[in-house]
């Protein structure tokens, strides 16, 4: 059998803003003989991280991009298997975290299966990038927002669709719900949200972001689907629904209006929630 004499690494390029890659990211990509690099990765990224390198590696475009034709994931595994075998240093580079709606479960056991090694490089997952554009955090207890849950209004071809009422339900208690690749249905998203969250909930939209065409609008749940059309905001773009994204003096106001903590219960902590 055939042994990769180097490991294959998955490496999150981040949200979009070179300056955003992490010191590992910047190194293995250095290091690289072929990167195989998805439709949402731009070039500013990959000319920051090669800048100067006395041997530039191999690039390969290999999108994926939810909505748009892409590449089979079959053949991206493949060719991942027969690079690393024939002894190059293979990266496969993606927006954002590899971990995070980026079918690395699905490559790490190719992988795997072949007998190569695989190493993870997380990146800035471009959900937690766009909370930060738009001055905002997942969590907040000033909105009583304890916890975040992460979704894709994209479910991809032969796998079930989210289970909209369970989240909406869950969203209710006061979670962060960050949205990825839903602006191709957020009519229908919303019409599902709606049977358990107020059409006044606060929603913050960011296109691209960190990227200099960056674009964040806020609206409300009742509002999204028209803002998004009078807006022209297209995809790619991340939705962040939840009290967390109204006003900072909206913030202020409904943590002064929480009852103070009886004495007994200061410094417990919260019942663990489950999804």
Request: aromatic share 2%; charged share 20%.
């Amino acid at each position: 059998m055939t042994i990769a004499p180097h490991p294959v690494h998955l490496v999150g390029a981040g949200p979009g803003d070179p300056e955003l890659l992490t010191l590992k990211a910047l190194r293995v990509l250095r290091q690289a003989s072929v990167i195989l690099v998805d439709d949402l990765v731009g070039d500013e990224v990959l000319q920051a991280a090669l800048a100067d390198v006395a041997a530039p590696p191999r690039i390969v475009r290999v999108g994926k991009r939810g909505g748009c034709a892409s590449t089979p994931q079959d053949f991206i595994e493949k060719l991942m298997v027969r690079e690393a075998l024939a002894g190059e240093r293979v990266v496969r580079l993606k927006g954002g975290d590899p971990l995070v709606f980026g079918r690395a479960g699905e490559e790490i056991a190719a992988l795997r299966a072949a007998g190569v090694e695989v190493v993870i490089v997380n990146g800035i997952t471009s959900g937690l990038a766009a909370a930060g554009s738009a001055g905002i955090g997942w969590t907040d207890r000033r909105a009583g927002a304890q916890g975040v849950l992460l979704v894709t209004g994209h479910a991809g071809q032969g796998c079930e669709e989210p289970d909209w009422d369970a989240i909406a339900r869950v969203a209710a208690g006061g979670v962060t719900l960050v949205v990825y690749m839903g602006v191709a249905r957020v009519e229908a998203i919303v019409d599902q949200l709606r049977t358990a969250l107020p059409a006044g909930l606060p929603v913050a939209i960011v296109r691209r972001a960190s990227a200099v065409d960056e674009v964040v609008a806020r609206t409300t749940l009742g509002g999204l689907v028209d803002t998004i059309r009078s807006r022209r905001i297209g995809s790619p773009a991340i939705l962040v629904i939840g009290r967390v994204a109204g006003s900072a003096a909206e913030l202020v106001r409904q943590h002064e209006q929480q009852p103070m903590a009886h004495p007994t219960n200061v410094g417990k902590m919260p019942a663990a929630l489950t999804i």
